[in-house]
Structures are given as structure tokens and as C-alpha cells.
T-cell receptor
Framework: DQQVKQNSPSLSVQEGRISILNCDYT??????FLWYKKYPAEGPTFLIS?????DKNEDGRFTVFLNKSAKHLSLHIVPSQPGDSAVYFC?????????????FGKGTKLSVIP | DTGVSQNPRHKITKRGQNVTFRCDPISEHNRLYWYRQTLGQGPEFLTY????????KSRLLSDRFSAERPKGSFSTLEIQRTEQGDSAMYLC????????FGPGTRLTVL
């Protein structure tokens, strides 16, 4: 039973346009969400997080939106750059914002085309 | 100290052998985690330490897997009697809050 789902295994976007990566979750107890970016041969890198008390969190070109009623979150990257090409994972901790025992989605591979 | 380090980066072993991986966390982080990642999947949680105490180990894949964190600093993950299905990337992370990951150890069991 996959509690965090990323249904798009890949996404291609032109440089300068917006990238939108989606994530759905099934566990209504999740109250904190994180996005990680992973380059080949490297470990995941923390990108941005959001608490369930918010519906939006922004950090530079990266914005995460949370729709609790739909159990859906999305990561927007604008403008997209070739260096953003990586696999993006959505994750949630099993016990709230204490952030241990993360449950990850399968990831979405983003390709930004110059 | 610029981040989480893991050694070795790659390990090739024969089925039935024991392997041990090391993780050095970011020095001020009190929590340390081990994950496994296989192709096409996200990282899968294995176990977690707060300082030297192993607070969650029920997700270790079998009794062939064990982890230690003596003195609450570095940690080791050991796999005994390796099987081909153990081939994967083993990731370590540390945190106060958001988890910071190391580069991983890629294990290949022949």
C-alpha cells in the first residue's frame, strides 16, 4: 500500500517554462511534506517543505502547494532551468513534523530541455 | 564537516558474504537514518537512531540486517549472508529536522 504516490514517472519541460510535479497521499495523518531532488550517483537533496497548517510555501523559484481536502501537493518550478533536470521525490514523515521514518513516492524524472 | 559521508561508495560482493557500510552524519545532528533504494523506487526506510539509541528497527528487511551507532556518532549497517536481492543503494541521512542524505553505498551482490 503506497501512501505517497507520484503518478508521473517523467516530465519534460522547455527551459524558462513552468514545471509542475504532482504528489498524492492517502494517509490523512500526514501533516508535513518534503520534496527532495536527486541527481544520478548522489543522495537525495532536501529542496522545500510544507506544514499542513499552510497551503503554500515559496523559496525562490520553488513553490509547494498543499490541498489537504484533495490529499494532493504539487511542486512548481519557475522558470525551469536545465540544472533542474533530476528525479524529484515527494515524502512525508510517519509521525508528523518530527521528520523521521520518511515515506517516499517513486519519484518523477524531470528533464528541462534547453 | 560539509555533509553526510558514506563509505564505501561502491561494494561488490559474492552471495553469502557479509558486508558492512559506514555513515558519518553531520556532526550536530542527533538523528541518523538508514534507507534502501532500488531501481525505479523511492528510498525505503530501514532504521533510525536518536543519539546512540536505535528507536525503530522493525522495518529492517530481515534478521540478516543490523545497524549500530556506538557513542551516538557514526553508524554502521551490516548485512550478513548477502543475497542477490540485497543489491541496492543504501542511503544514510541525518537530521535535526529535515533529513540530509549522504551519497549512498551501491551494493552489488553477484
Amino acid at each position: 500500500d503506497q501512501q505517497v504516490k507520484q503518478n508521473s514517472p517523467s516530465l519534460s519541460v522547455q527551459e524558462g517554462r513552468i514545471s509542475i510535479l504532482n504528489c498524492d497521499y492517502t494517509n490523512s495523518m500526514f501533516d508535513y511534506f518534503l520534496w527532495y531532488k536527486k541527481y544520478p550517483a548522489e543522495g537525495p537533496t532536501f529542496l522545500i517543505s510544507i506544514s499542513s497548517i499552510k497551503d503554500k510555501n515559496e523559496d525562490g523559484r520553488f513553490t509547494v502547494f498543499l490541498n489537504k481536502s484533495a490529499k494532493h501537493l504539487s511542486l512548481h518550478i519557475v522558470p525551469s532551468q536545465p540544472g533542474d533536470s533530476a528525479v524529484y521525490f515527494c515524502a512525508a514523515p510517519a509521525a508528523g513534523a518530527g521528520s523521521y521514518q520518511l515515506t517516499f513516492g517513486k519519484g518523477t524524472k524531470l528533464s528541462v530541455i534547453p | 564537516d560539509t555533509g553526510v559521508s558514506q563509505n564505501p561508495r561502491h561494494k561488490i560482493t559474492k552471495r553469502g558474504q557479509n558486508v558492512t557500510f559506514r555513515c558519518d552524519p553531520i556532526s550536530e545532528h542527533n538523528r541518523l537514518y538508514w534507507y534502501r533504494q532500488t531501481l525505479g523506487q523511492g528510498p525505503e526506510f530501514l532504521t533510525y537512531f536518536q543519539n546512540e539509541a536505535q528507536l525503530e528497527k522493525s522495518r529492517l528487511l530481515s534478521d540478516r540486517f543490523s545497524a549500530e551507532r556506538p557513542k551516538g556518532s557514526f553508524s554502521t549497517l551490516e548485512i550478513q549472508r548477502t543475497e542477490q536481492g540485497d543489491s541496492a543503494m543504501y542511503l544514510c541521512a541525518s537530521s535535526w529536522r529535515e533529513q540530509f542524505f549522504g551519497p549512498g553505498t551501491r551494493l552489488t551482490v553477484l
